[in-house]
């Protein structure tokens, strides 16, 4: 990819991230490291417009990461490009929960705000929660030993903290002189006041009392020296109580808070500035107000409430955000729907009787995800399949394909493909896998199904590939038992799409293809005839290569990554890149464990420094459904795409961002194609000799007019027709 851009590598809070050219970009875009911060770094750099451009053409082209498309949008509104933003939202790549997760980091700033206003009301709640439990504490052992004096009341503090008592003793006081001594005349009285003698004489000598009384002449009190104070029981108790209720308040506090500062960690990682300001929840209802009824319609049908709740919390709908159902948002919180609405009528499907439904799915066309779930595969007959098979979709009929295996359904299938009706989302993969594993078709029904699939095969081939020469290296060892028939049907596909590809099996050792796959039977008979087992030696299939000096831009490895054989690929690789090219690249197709970190790339990466492109599939589920977007990856390696990239530039720099935007946006189904390249020629020519040739409508003069601004003159003008011209020669090989 051209990159004009020599500047200082950008850096960002990301240490394991650096962007030290497009290219880092690129693979931060095809990734699933990409976060906002990075984002926001990447359109605020010196490779903002080409970062743009080529998020777009991706957005468009290729099944980007969930990842990456949630943090662009973001970024792209919290840097405040809004027309860029808007241009994203457009292009529907986005999915509702992708909607509501960008939102939830654009409402970061208010909600982290919220979140720590909570934990402190919560600490202050608790402070006075404690407050109060230590405040009755107090006040108990306060009447419970209120007449101890001083020394007393040391040796209680003693005891109390041999208890480990959760609370101090500050509100006991000791007992003063006058406090004594009221105590003492206190008792007198109450004795008198029984009719008993306060005094015991035996001869001539005084009571203890009046012994007492005429000893205290200073009005003092003499402390019992030998006198102990014990806690009751029932203070311990309280103690125990008090420390069991303060733990638990305790832990009840740290665990809420920690749960809370988690969140605020969340959503402190996106480092979003911005707020969700009324302007950009304009933006994002305007966006909704084009969501189709048929689309309403299908969320309606039984599928969750939760993402849409969500979302009108956040941005606070009503009815009139969605003038293609009303209703709808009112039914997402509980309202009933309308009479004679879809919904209304299809409820209680499964009670219907089969006139019934035939006649309402007749007139409503419900998607079979509903029907499926509403009634049951096991409740629906033949005669209901077919009727279900009259209006679903193509790519519907043959995703379900194993339970629409009837005659009459699969006859018409046939009759609609033959039509001309085009089997247009279902992925090349899901299709490859219906033709080789589903025995119940008949063999009319796998032939227009093979051709079905050579036709989008062909497809692809107008769009660019990997470009040659490369070598396909294939684990064919006994841990990929669940995965070979996948690894097969990649290495086809890689293999067809790129003339002159060569394909090997490595278990210990070395297996060029027994057959080289050019149809669906030969996959069916490779997959006959490589069977799992053995060993892994990836460098197996590598060194051959080596000892040859067979030079190779790139290497598709795919593997499971459980290498147990030497040499060591990475040994191996490097030395290929020493001897024979140092500039063949290294891509991964791996089956791994759910999170799993592949054990091949990982030593590559620690041992080598380089970081090979990589396509994880799940080694237990392998989803055949991402091959297509990993076809669509390796587009982008083509010198091809590089040149796009460039006329698209090109085209930006002489018409303007908004221009632009608009353009790829109309012309998105013809990006990553060969042809689309002399076409972006074209349409650049068409406006250069309007300009010449003083041609610009009325509306033209409106439209370009940043393209009259950059052109400049009829010299520049004729300057930039001489070479497009020559670069259209070139892409159209004149």
């Known amino acids: ?49 080409e970062a743009k451009i080529l998020f777009l053409v991706f957005l468009n082209s290729i099944d980007l990461h969930s990842t990456a498309k949630i943090s662009f949008l973001a970024a792209s509104f919290d840097i405040k490009s809004y027309e860029y933003a808007k241009t994203l939202l457009n292009t529907n790549k986005f999915t509702f929960v992708e909607i509501l997760k960008t939102l939830k980091i654009m409402d970061s700033k208010r909600v982290i705000k919220k979140l720590q206003q909570k934990i402190e009301s919560m600490r202050d709640k608790n402070n006075i ?17 209120s007449n101890l004096d001083e020394k007393e009341l040391n040796q209680l503090k003693e005891k109390l903290k041999s208890h480990n008592a959760p609370f101090p003793v500050k509100a006991v006081k000791p007992v003063t002189t006058t406090d004594a001594k009221s105590t003492k005349t206190s008792k007198k009285s109450t004795k008198k006041s029984t009719g008993r003698s306060s005094t015991k004489k035996v001869g001539n000598k005084k009571s203890d009392s009046e012994n007492n009384d005429n000893n205290n002449n200073n009005n003092e009190v003499t402390p019992d020296k030998n006198k102990t104070v ?28 920690g749960m809370i500062e988690s969140k605020i960690q969340e959503l402190e990682v996106h480092q979003y500035q911005s707020s969700l300001s009324g302007n950009i929840i304009r933006i994002f209802k305007n966006w909704f107000k084009t969501v189709d009824k048929q689309t309403l319609e299908y969320f309606a049908l039984g599928q969750p409430k939760e993402t849409w709740t969500k979302l009108a919390d956040i941005l606070h709908f009503s009815n009139k955000d969605f003038p293609n159902m009303p209703w709808f948002i009112g039914y997402m919180f509980g309202d009933k729907a309308p009479q004679g609405s879809i919904v209304e009528q299809l409820e209680n499907s499964d009670k219907k009787s089969d006139d019934e439904l035939i006649k309402l799915w007749t007139l409503h066309k419900p998607p079979y995800s509903f029907i499926r779930k509403s009634i049951g595969d096991g409740k629906l007959n033949d005669n209901l399949k077919l009727e279900i098979a009259k209006y679903e979709s193509l790519n519907t009929l043959i995703w379900w394909l194993h339970e629409f295996n009837t005659t009459e359904v699969q006859k018409l299938i046939i009759e609609r493909i033959k039509s001309g009706e085009q089997v247009s989302t279902i992925a090349l993969g899901t299709l490859i896998e219906k033709v080789l594993l589903n025995d119940s078709i008949k063999k009319e029904l796998y032939e227009v199904l093979e051709g079905t699939t050579m036709n989008k095969i062909n497809d692809l081939k107008l769009k660019f590939s990997l470009p040659p020469p490369i070598s396909i290296l294939s684990d064919k060892s006994g841990s990929m038992q669940v995965a070979i028939r996948l690894s097969i049907i990649v290495s086809y596909l890689i293999s067809n799409l790129t003339p002159d590809s060569t394909l090997s099996f490595f278990d210990t050792s070395d297996h060029p293809t027994p057959i080289k796959p050019n149809s669906i039977q030969d996959i069916a008979r490779l997959n006959e005839t490589i069977k799992a087992s053995g060993g892994t030696t990836p460098s197996a299939s590598l060194a051959p290569l080596l000892e040859r000096k067979e030079s190779k831009r790139y290497l598709v490895m795919i593997s499971d990554e459980e290498e147990n054989g030497s040499p060591k690929f990475s040994e191996v690789y490097k030395n290929y890149l020493q001897n024979v090219n140092p500039e063949c690249k290294l891509i991964f197709v791996s089956f791994l464990a759910n999170n799993a970190k592949g054990q091949m790339i990982t030593e590559i990466k620690n041992k080598l420094n380089i970081d090979p492109l990589q396509f994880v599939l799940d080694r237990n589920k392998p989803d055949v459904t991402k091959i297509d977007a990993m076809l669509s990856v390796l587009s982008a390696e083509s010198d091809q795409f590089k040149t796009q990239f460039n006329l698209l530039m090109k085209y930006k720099t002489m018409h303007g961002e908004k221009k632009f935007l608009n353009y790829v946006n109309t012309q998105r189904s013809k990006l990553l194609t060969y042809a689309f390249n002399a076409e972006i020629i074209m349409d650049l020519l068409s406006d250069l000799n309007k300009y010449v040739q003083n041609q610009f409508t009325e509306k033209d003069q409106k439209e370009l007019v940043q393209f009259i601004q950059n052109v400049k003159s009829p010299e520049n003008a004729f300057d930039l027709i001489n070479t497009l011209n020559q670069e259209l020669l070139v892409h159209t090989q004149i």
């Open 230 to 257: 014990e806690i009751s029981e029932e203070t311990k108790k309280k103690i125990e109580k008090k420390r069991q209720d303060q733990e638990k308040i305790r832990l009840r506090l740290k665990r809420s808070v």
């Open 1 to 49: 990819m051209n990159n004009n851009n020599t500047n200082t590598p950008q850096t960002t809070g990301d240490q394991s991230v650096s962007i030290k050219s497009i290219d880092d970009i690129r693979s931060l875009f095809i990734g699933a490291k990409l976060t906002v911060p990075i984002a926001k770094t990447i359109l605020t750099s010196v490779y903002q417009d």
């Open 129 to 145: 929660r404690k407050e109060k439990l230590d405040k009755v504490t107090e006040d108990y052992v306060n009447t419970k030993y």
